[in-house]
């Protein structure tokens, strides 16, 4: 006979089920809604850029897209293996911004007459395993994963600030405000008692990183 004590722990691992499915749903098939208003007119700028300006940066906008598909992706696996309440909450709150990043990017690729990733259920499923791994590695690393996640997208998000058209006003100022969250974001965990990752670690997650980015952009 199952006692209260089981029929509690299965219902909570039901609801996990049901919550990371729902995520993952919503990520994938879903406009997102974003809860702050967007840096700068979505449309602005968009009209100002030539046909190949426009294709760039209609490619770097999917890539970033790509990064928060891949964000959230994260952030729900590492939460789902986390039992410290700070660090949950950090990984929530951290979430609903990249929910922002998200839909900025989605309403500024359509604006550049861009397309996101055919790829995101593929970047969403080995995101998801990145961060249940992370988990699995206890608090410390699981943060620690999430500090260097963060740094490195924005080393990323930098670069697409030096490669974006200058007259893209709008893209300029959506990924630079994703930046700064972002940066936020890592001094958070850091706060929290991250771990320092290894370096054959960190290259791998750069390597990672490059492929697909540079896969993104065009598929």
């Known amino acids: ?11 909570a691992v039901v609801d996990q089920a049901i919550s990371v499915f729902d995520m993952a749903l919503r990520t994938l098939f879903s406009p997102a809604v974003a809860s702050r208003a967007c840096p700068q007119p979505i449309t602005e700028s968009a009209t100002a850029l030539t046909d190949a300006e426009r294709q760039h940066a209609a490619g770097l906008m999917r890539v970033n897209h790509v990064g928060e598909v891949c964000a ?40 550049l007459g861009g397309r996101t990733s055919l790829l995101n259920p593929i970047w969403y499923a080995a995101s998801f395993g990145m961060g249940v791994t992370a988990g699995l590695l206890g608090e410390r690393w699981n943060l620690g994963f999430l500090a260097e996640t963060e740094q490195q997208v924005s080393a990323h998000l930098n670069r697409h600030l030096s490669e974006l058209p200058v007259n893209d006003t709008a893209s300029r100022a959506i990924v630079a405000q994703m930046k700064a969250d972002e940066e936020q974001h890592a001094e958070t965990a850091k706060q929290l008692g991250a771990a320092t990752l290894p370096a054959p670690l960190k290259v791998a ?12 952009y065009r598929v």
Do not use: F, N
């Open 72 to 111: 959230q992706a994260l952030y729900s696996g590492q939460a789902l293996l986390s039992k410290e309440p700070a660090h949950i909450a950090a990984l929530t709150a951290a979430s609903r911004e990249e929910v922002d990043h998200l839909a900025w990017c989605e309403q500024r690729i359509s604006a």
């Open 1 to 11: 006979m199952i006692d209260k004590h089981q029929q509690a722990s299965r219902s």
């Open 205 to 216: 997650m750069r390597v990672a990183s490059a492929v697909m980015t540079h896969t993104a």
